[in-house]
């Protein structure tokens, strides 16, 4: 018998600066990988806020040319990634900066993968299906809650099958990440709790994922703890940058956790959510959260229970049924500290796209890490706990 803590587990990780401004650095790191035109990823929204001027500029203060792709947006698709990929081999760049949140990061380690193994990106489905390592890639994170920029996943929307794909390997873990505070004071409240509520999620499921280590456990446990202290006053003061910074320390110490020790049912749930309707990857994840700890909680009470310490459950309870109650109850309270309280209905969702969904999410590679196994009818019925 291997002890609880002792079983071999890897962990990978970028290199990452933190801190005020640290995103200017942008062209000094574009410089030491020795770059002569890269490709800037991101959205319109993005570059409205005036945050891709400033990567340009430190591009252009280090004699860097840059080619601007613009075009992505929420939920990745195929076809932005091949564009990108074009746009990339006809203007002879070297290497890829992405700003934004995780869909033009997603975005840009896709045009990666394609312009160094010249296939299509949906080829690349699945753990360690890439040959060729990407270009340099530099990110520049304007959210805190996707993780992207520290993780070795993509997620990429199939447009022909209307599913999410998971690509994971440590070949697409960012090679430097610009992780600062400022860009976070644009954000709307909505966004926030959002993205707020996928970080939360990551941390979850990866501490109670059946891949996690002992340094994934630390990584999640100080996330949550930093997200619950944070994330309301942030929201209410989106232009405090000390607030900011404390929910960025906990989405990356979160995308830390999760790029090691993987996700569980709510992500592959929230996937199949996103491609079938586009609906926002973190509206999802944090709709489904409740319903999937309540299917997963006998599978790991004990974990659980501290997932519900550190978001504030107080006060003794007579029995495991209302010890999940007082968990459950806390993940709804800190939604509501947020404002959200969407339902999937509310986003749209009905009965009948149910068993399409499940069929679709039982297929993610997701469910390999959740804590309990999971069977087609459960993922059913745990979308119609959330409707």
């Not at 873990?173 to 409240?189: E, F, R, W, Y």
């Not at 607030?243 to 049912?265: E, H």
């Not at 519900?308 to 800190?334: D, H, N, W, Y």
């Not at 087609?376 to 979308?383: F, K, V, W």
Request: net charge negative; proline share 6%; aromatic share 6%.
């Amino acid at each position: 018998m291997v002890l609880a803590g002792l079983e071999m587990r890897k962990f990978v990780a970028p290199e990452f600066v933190m801190g005020k401004d640290a995103r200017l650095l942008a062209g000094r790191y574009a410089k030491n990988f020795r770059a002569t035109n890269v490709l800037v990823v991101t959205g319109p929204e993005i570059i409205k806020a005036g945050w891709v001027g400033e990567i340009t500029e430190s591009l252009a203060a280090e004699g860097i040319g840059y080619t601007l792709f613009p075009d992505v947006t929420p939920n990745p698709r195929d076809y932005e990634v091949m564009d990108g990929a074009d746009r990339y081999q006809q203007s002879g760049c070297n290497a890829i900066i992405a700003v934004g949140g995780g869909s033009p990061i997603d975005c840009a380690k896709g045009i990666g993968i394609v312009v160094s193994n010249m296939r299509n990106i949906l080829s690349f489905e699945g753990v360690d299906t890439i040959p060729i390592p990407p270009p340099p890639l530099i990110c520049v994170p304007t959210t805190a809650g996707t993780g992207a920029e520290v993780s070795q996943f993509a997620i990429i929307n199939d447009t022909k099958r209307k599913v999410k794909i998971a690509i994971i390997s440590k070949k697409i873990v960012p090679d430097i990440a610009l992780v600062d505070p400022v860009p976070l004071t644009s954000m709307p409240s909505e966004l926030t709790a959002q993205t707020g509520m996928d970080a939360l999620t990551h941390c979850v499921e990866a501490y109670v994922s059946n891949a996690s280590s002992p340094v994934t456990d630390t990584l999640a446990c100080d996330a949550i703890t930093q997200l619950t202290g944070y994330l309301r006053l942030a929201r209410e003061n989106p232009g405090n940058v000390e607030y900011r910074n404390q929910t960025m320390i906990g989405s990356l110490l979160g995308g830390l956790a999760f790029s090691n020790a993987s996700l569980g049912a709510v992500h592959a749930m929230a996937h199949a959510l996103g491609g079938l309707s586009d609906l926002p990857h973190g509206a999802c994840n944090a709709i489904l959260l409740e319903s999937v700890v309540d299917f997963n909680y006998e599978a790991s009470p004990e974990r659980f229970r501290e997932v519900g310490r550190l978001l504030g459950t107080v006060g003794a309870v007579s029995s495991p049924g209302e010890e999940k109650k007082a968990v459950l109850s806390a993940i709804r309270s800190i939604r509501e500290s947020l404002g959200d309280t969407l339902t999937l209905s509310d986003m749209g969702v009905t009965r009948d796209d149910i068993p399409d969904l499940a069929k679709k999410a039982i297929r993610d590679p997701c469910l390999a890490t959740n804590p309990r196994k999971v069977t087609t009818g459960d993922l059913e019925r745990m979308y119609q706990y959330a409707l």
